[in-house]
């Protein structure tokens, strides 16, 4: 028996492929153009938006796996001449596992097939080096999942693209939500996938993950006591990234499959699909095509339900969305900390059909959001803060016993203190808990990689990769041009107390007091020891000889340096770079935060 035809996710719908006979190469000459229209106009539609007259030739990133979904895909971008004018150009990313014997074989015969479609192919291999024998993992599916995202966002990166197509369809999307009904979802989980996302499992890697853009907030208020000169660039916020576009969701796979047959599109089929005992999916999409189910389970209910949920959920976060717009917020920038004023009449909600916890759990998810160092935004966490934060128009409490607590919440890694309480608004405060001692304890040690000389306009330099640290910031650091990289071993940690204490003691008056006012005018409290410290390995004299100790030579978040370091100033690294100095950057991590009236950054 021969393995299964194997290039692509080992099953992007879970579980890993069984071996079977290989899949056989199904296709038929065109004889109609009819059966493109609908699916190259909602094609065109869903591009739209990313094909602007003005700008550059887009360029977007296919998924393809050689079924028959990423197959019509291809063919239906290879088919698109015009969006707004510009013809896209797409590069098609085929993923080989390397988990069985032939696979690179398979891939390339994909990769002539996308030619034929005068598509570029890329096979991207995985590698699983870091992992051990994969055959021995048993979580291999979810280990599979996060290599192939890596590498699809790796790849896009590369070639400058923000865009990856897949090919999901209704089909997928009825699966999905009669899986989730199984798994015990209830309410907004059940409106399936989205037609759009972040790219997934990519966390920390500088543009992919909402980053690669940054841009100034307007409208940026000053600190009460300047430090720094006007040459120092102000704080950014990092947007960007690479995103997940599905185009076909509205389409059945019989309607793919017609296409492909109507305009002789090749793909390859895999019988491990088809495999009812293979995954609980297999199971599902074979009770689904059999329609054996009752009514109120069958593919129709399933995606009339999935178009209600999100048609619900849209409401409910274009209603967030308005009372987030009245809320006034300021956000440091330097510090992480937010002080938000909710107006007592908040919220009121128009419509019977929306429950208000389901927008003030989003519209408080939007606040966490901007300050938070974790990504666990899930609704029935945020059952306390919601009866922290809200109090009724008639009065009375949300919950009384939880407003009869200190006041003082916790949250996603934050702490939440109420504030002035009066008959117009509420004060709050959000600020990063302070760290555990196992957090103060971790370092993060920077690598400098060897830079070319177009990525800069300079000479060949050393630098660091861009690191998210703390969930919070992104920083980066330049070696000087004449020293080694590696002289001088920088690292990444929390401001601690005995690194603040050793700090204070390295300086002269003058040095004292200039720290003092930046630290009195930006952090106060604890606050200060929830900030990011570049640190540096000394050398310490005492009774026993030279002690190696971490020397702090930047708080990049405040806008400090030691001498020999300097923020990065706007214009780039100096032409003349003999000056000796070490130079790092800081920018905010992503928010959906846009300055208004309401909306003032300090920073």
């Given at each position: 028996?021969?393995?299964?035809?194997?290039?692509?996710?080992?099953?992007?719908?879970?579980?890993?492929?069984?071996?079977?006979?290989?899949?056989?190469?199904?296709?038929?000459?065109?004889?109609?153009?009819?059966?493109?229209?609908?699916?190259?106009?909602?094609?065109?539609?869903?591009?739209?938006?990313?094909?602007?007259?003005?700008?550059?030739?887009?360029?977007?990133?296919?998924?393809?796996?050689?079924?028959?979904?990423?197959?019509?895909?291809?063919?239906?971008?290879?088919?698109?001449?015009?969006?707004?004018?510009?013809?896209?150009?797409?590069?098609?990313?085929?993923?080989?596992?390397?988990?069985?014997?032939?696979?690179?074989?398979?891939?390339?015969?994909?990769?002539?097939?996308l030619r034929s479609l005068r598509i570029r192919p890329?096979?991207?291999?995985?590698?699983?080096?870091?992992?051990g024998d994969p055959s021995t993992l048993r979580n291999?599916?979810?280990?599979?999942?996060?290599?192939?995202?890596?590498?699809?966002?790796?790849?896009?990166?590369?070639?400058?693209?923000?865009?990856?197509?897949?090919?999901?369809?209704?089909?997928?999307?009825?699966?999905?939500?009669?899986?989730?009904?199984?798994?015990?979802?209830?309410?907004?989980?059940?409106?399936?996938?989205?037609?759009?996302?972040?790219?997934?499992?990519?966390?920390?890697?500088?543009?992919?993950?909402?980053?690669?853009?940054?841009?100034?907030?307007?409208?940026?208020?000053?600190?009460?006591?300047?430090?720094?000169?006007?040459?120092?660039?102000?704080?950014?916020?990092?947007?960007?990234?690479?995103?997940?576009?599905?185009?076909?969701?509205?389409?059945?796979?019989?309607?793919?499959?017609?296409?492909?047959?109507?305009?002789?599109?090749?793909?390859?089929?895999?019988?491990?699909?088809?495999?009812?005992?293979?995954?609980?999916?297999?199971?599902?999409?074979?009770?689904?095509?059999?329609?054996?189910?009752?009514?109120?389970?069958?593919?129709?209910?399933?995606?009339?339900?999935?178009?209600?949920?999100?048609?619900?959920?849209?409401?409910?976060?274009?209603?967030?969305?308005?009372?987030?717009?009245?809320?006034?917020?300021?956000?440091?920038?330097?510090?992480?900390?937010?002080?938000?004023?909710?107006?007592?009449?908040?919220?009121?909600?128009?419509?019977?059909?929306?429950?208000?916890?389901?927008?003030?759990?989003?519209?408080?998810?939007?606040?966490?959001?901007?300050?938070?160092?974790?990504?666990?935004?899930?609704?029935?966490?945020?059952?306390?803060?919601?009866?922290?934060?809200?109090?009724?128009?008639?009065?009375?409490?949300?919950?009384?016993?939880?407003?009869?607590?200190?006041?003082?919440?916790?949250?996603?890694?934050?702490?939440?203190?109420?504030?002035?309480?009066?008959?117009?608004?509420?004060?709050?405060?959000?600020?990063?808990?302070?760290?555990?001692?196992?957090?103060?304890?971790?370092?993060?040690?920077?690598?400098?990689?060897?830079?070319?000389?177009?990525d800069s306009g300079h000479e060949r330099h050393h630098?660091?990769?861009?690191?998210?640290?703390?969930?919070?910031?992104?920083?980066?650091?330049?070696?000087?041009?004449?020293?080694?990289?590696?002289?001088?071993?920088?690292?990444?940690?929390?401001?601690?107390?005995?690194?603040?204490?050793?700090?204070?003691?390295?300086?002269?008056?003058?040095?004292?007091?200039?720290?003092?006012?930046?630290?009195?005018?930006?952090?106060?409290?604890?606050?200060?020891?929830?900030?990011?410290?570049?640190?540096?390995?000394?050398?310490?004299?005492?009774?026993?000889?030279?002690?190696?100790?971490?020397?702090?030579?930047?708080?990049?978040?405040?806008?400090?340096?030691?001498?020999?370091?300097?923020?990065?100033?706007?214009?780039?690294?100096?032409?003349?770079?003999?000056?000796?100095?070490?130079?790092?950057?800081?920018?905010?991590?992503?928010?959906?935060?846009?300055?208004?009236?309401?909306?003032?950054?300090?920073?």
């Open positions: 028996m021969s393995p299964s035809f194997q290039f692509g996710p080992i099953n992007r719908h879970r579980g890993r492929r069984a071996e079977g006979a290989i899949g056989r190469m199904l296709y038929s000459k065109a004889t109609s153009s009819a059966t493109s229209g609908p699916l190259q106009k909602q094609l065109r539609n869903a591009l739209r938006p990313l094909c602007r007259a003005d700008g550059p030739r887009p360029q977007l990133g296919l998924a393809i796996s050689g079924g028959v979904d990423s197959m019509a895909l291809a063919g239906l971008c290879s088919e698109l001449t015009t969006v707004a004018g510009r013809r896209p150009s797409f590069i098609g990313f085929i993923v080989d596992h390397q988990l069985r014997k032939g696979s690179n074989e398979e891939a390339q015969s994909v990769a002539e097939k890329r096979v991207l291999t995985l590698d699983w080096s870091q992992h291999l599916e979810s280990v599979a999942r996060r290599l192939r995202y890596q590498a699809l966002g790796t790849a896009c990166r590369e070639h400058d693209i923000k865009s990856l197509l897949v090919a999901h369809h209704a089909d997928d999307q009825a699966e999905t939500v009669l899986l989730r009904i199984l798994g015990g979802y209830l309410g907004f989980g059940l409106r399936g996938v989205r037609s759009d996302r972040p790219m997934p499992e990519c966390e920390g890697m500088y543009g992919i993950s909402r980053s690669g853009s940054p841009r100034h907030l307007t409208k940026h208020t000053s600190p009460p006591t300047t430090i720094t000169k006007s040459r120092t660039p102000r704080p950014q916020v990092e947007g960007g990234g690479v995103s997940i576009l599905r185009p076909l969701l509205s389409f059945k796979k019989d309607q793919l499959v017609a296409y492909c047959r109507a305009t002789g599109v090749e793909w390859f089929e895999d019988s491990t699909n088809t495999d009812q005992t293979y995954t609980s999916r297999n199971t599902v999409r074979s009770l689904l095509q059999g329609n054996t189910l009752p009514m109120a389970l069958r593919e129709p209910r399933l995606l009339a339900l999935a178009s209600t949920h999100a048609e619900r959920k849209a409401h409910v976060e274009h209603l967030a969305d308005q009372a987030f717009g009245q809320t006034r917020i300021t956000l440091d920038l330097r510090t992480g900390t937010a002080d938000i004023r909710i107006p007592t009449t908040f919220p009121s909600f128009p419509t019977a059909s929306t429950r208000a916890y389901d927008v003030q759990a989003v519209f408080v998810w939007r606040l966490i959001d901007l300050v938070t160092p974790t990504d666990d935004g899930s609704l029935q966490s945020l059952h306390d803060i919601i009866g922290f934060l809200f109090r009724d128009p008639a009065g009375n409490d949300l919950d009384e016993a939880l407003l009869a607590a200190p006041k003082t919440c916790l949250v996603a890694g934050l702490v939440v203190t109420r504030g002035e309480q009066t008959a117009e608004f509420s004060q709050f405060g959000m600020q990063r808990m302070p760290p555990y001692l196992a957090e103060t304890a971790c370092t993060h040690a920077l690598q400098y990689k060897p830079q070319r000389a177009g630098s660091t990769d861009w690191f998210l640290w703390d969930k919070r910031y992104w920083l980066r650091l330049h070696a000087p041009k004449q020293h080694p990289p590696d002289e001088l071993a920088a690292q990444i940690q929390f401001l601690t107390r005995p690194l603040l204490t050793a700090l204070r003691q390295s300086m002269d008056g003058r040095q004292l007091k200039r720290l003092k006012r930046l630290l009195d005018a930006s952090s106060h409290g604890t606050t200060r020891f929830t900030l990011p410290a570049i640190t540096v390995r000394s050398a310490a004299a005492s009774p026993r000889g030279a002690v190696a100790s971490q020397q702090v030579v930047a708080l990049p978040t405040l806008g400090w340096s030691a001498e020999g370091w300097e923020q990065l100033p706007v214009t780039g690294l100096p032409e003349d770079r003999t000056s000796g100095k070490w130079y790092w950057e800081v920018r905010y991590k992503h928010i959906d935060f846009a300055v208004s009236d309401e909306h003032t950054v300090v920073g």
